[in-house]
């Protein structure tokens, strides 16, 4: 009998995340390159006017991946124009003519809401239209679901900073070539990455901000941009502000740690089983390098969970069970409700639910919306558990579902259920059947 231990990807944002450092770090991280190209010359067609570099480069004394999106002129902007940017006169003398990260809330491009060419016209900054070239592109499906929902975010920022409704948002930002092309590299390189690895969740560290303004297309902006901060409220990434001037974290950057982030915080023991470094390009005083791991934790950890927790006296118990339904589909990792007795008396349920701190603000709009209660009790808990994996084995019976906990191995009830009924047999006979077998 084989397991396959369950590991996590972690982006360490330190030095700030932008879309090109994401791909780059996925790329030296062991993410497969050709798989990627393929991806990329599939929507050349209907996206021309790029061509992409992979090599390594030195940032800061490391060694690291450098991923650049070549724009031609039609299509190039000032995004890593250091003296354009922030109007200084004494930059760096480095010059790169690899381009970043483009995500300067799009007022870091030229504005090419209708590129012109030969094949015919390509409107490449309305969210319909990029999901269609994304649609046509040789990826899998994780990785198209993934490259949407990044694109959605950016999408819903854009549409708050410009009050105008998601489907008549036409974002540079979001539409430019090198956008595009970032977006879909960094969702194919993450797929390669959760398939090779076996990858289950993903742990996004707090971003790491400069300060200062940036000069975009309409004037000077403050950091983190409109579109950046607009991310960093709705999916309440935590952010520590720098010391150091300079926009580190771009809006696609930002985008990419939403869409991605499954947890918030490192496990207290690990190990480490592949890293790797993406450079960026901008030239700031603090290097600008995106670090990620595989790391695989202990088969026991110290862990902290959160309980959300409120008393409700005049909810129907049809309310309860619908409101259950969803707060389990939105990741609790368990709902349960008891009967108590309030002031006066009165009879009322305890709703309890367990879940992760990156889950809080999306389970307690949930009740709010769902039940009567008007306020909800949080508690941090520490526990120490063992760790879980879910896997499909052969056994006696055939193929069944099972929760791996440590050295012990458990059948689940519906994979078990759906066997004894094709065999007619009683479950608690399969069960202890199959509990012996996998455990000997």
């Known amino acids: 009998m084989n397991i396959i231990m369950k590991r996590t990807l972690y982006i360490e944002c330190y030095s700030g995340i932008s879309g090109d450092m994401t791909v780059a770090a996925m790329l030296d991280l062991g993410a497969d390159q050709k798989v990627l ?11 021309p006017g790029f061509e992409i570099t992979i090599k390594k480069v030195q940032k800061a004394g490391v060694c690291a991946c450098d991923f650049a999106v070549l724009l031609d002129k ?3 902007n000032h995004d890593h124009n250091m003296e354009y940017l922030h109007g200084h006169a004494n930059m760096e003398k480095e010059h790169y003519h690899e381009h970043e990260t483009h995500h300067q809330e799009q007022e870091h491009h030229h504005e090419h809401e209708i590129h012109h060419h030969e094949q015919g016209e390509h409107h490449h900054t309305g969210l319909k239209e990029i999901i269609n070239v994304l649609n046509q592109a040789k990826m899998t499906k994780e990785a198209k679901d993934l490259a949407q929902k990044i694109f959605r975010i950016l999408a819903e920022a854009e549409s708050k900073a410009h ?3 998601v489907n008549e948002v ?4 979001v539409g430019a070539v090198d956008s595009i092309v970032d977006i879909l590299s960094a969702a194919v390189c993450i797929d390669s990455l959760r398939k090779k690895y076996n990858i289950t969740d993903i742990i996004v560290s707090e971003l790491y901000e400069g300060h200062g303004s940036v000069r975009c297309q309409h004037g000077i902006l403050p950091i ?3 579109a950046t901060a607009n991310i960093m409220e709705a999916y309440q990434l935590p952010v520590h502000f720098m010391e150091f001037q300079g926009e580190f974290v771009t809006p696609t950057g930002a985008a990419i740690a939403a869409a991605v982030r499954t947890k918030a915080h490192l496990p207290s023991k690990f190990q480490i089983i592949a890293s790797g470094a993406g450079a960026g390009k901008r030239m700031y005083e603090k290097a600008s390098l995106l670090r990620a791991m595989i790391i695989e ?5 110290q862990d902290k969970i959160y309980k959300l927790e409120t008393n409700i006296d005049d909810c129907s118990g049809e309310a309860f069970g619908y409101v259950m339904d969803r707060l389990f589909a939105a990741g609790a990792r368990d709902v349960y409700y008891v009967p108590v007795f309030m002031k006066k008396n009165r009879p009322a349920y305890q709703l309890s639910v367990i879940c992760g701190e990156s889950d809080i603000a999306k389970l307690e709009q949930i009740i709010f919306q769902e039940t009567t209660t008007i306020g909800i009790r949080r508690l941090e808990m520490e526990r120490t558990i063992l760790k879980r994996e879910h896997q499909i084995l052969d056994t006696s019976l055939g193929k069944i579902a099972v929760k791996v906990c440590g050295k012990r191995i458990y059948p689940e009830y ?8 094709e065999k007619k047999i009683p479950y608690l006979e399969a069960y202890n059947k199959i509990y012996v077998e996998l455990n000997h």
Request: with cysteine.
């Open 224 to 226: 983190p941009v409109p």
């Open 414 to 421: 519906e994979s078990l259920a759906s066997v004894c009924q």
């Open 297 to 301: 934790e202990d088969s026991e950890t």
């Open 170 to 173: 036409h974002f540079h930002e």
């Open 74 to 76: 039609e299509h190039e």
């Open 163 to 165: 009050n105008k409704p």
């Open 37 to 47: 190209e393929d991806a990329i010359n599939s929507i050349k067609s209907s996206v």
